[in-house]
């Protein structure tokens, strides 16, 4: 996969992960955006772009700790 490629299909999952937000899909919600979040943070990787790896990563943490806190607390 290119990198164009790849940052228009990690574009793409975050927008159905904002759509399933906006329609409260939960757990599919989380699940689209930590995987939305992890495409764009190997974009900015493979970009050496510290803010977008900064931004992505950061939302995923926050995203996957919900996750867990949600299941297990």
Avoid: E, R
Wanted: charged residues 5%; glycine residues 8%.
């Amino acid at each position: 996969m290119n990198l164009t490629t790849l940052k228009w299909f990690s574009t793409a999952v975050l927008i159905a992960g904002a759509i399933t937000t906006s329609l409260n899909m939960y757990p599919l919600n989380v699940l689209l955006n930590v995987a939305g979040g992890t495409l764009w943070t190997t974009a900015g990787v493979l970009m050496k772009d510290k803010p977008l790896i900064t931004v992505n990563a950061t939302l995923t943490l926050i995203y996957g700790l919900g996750a867990i806190y949600a299941i297990y607390i």
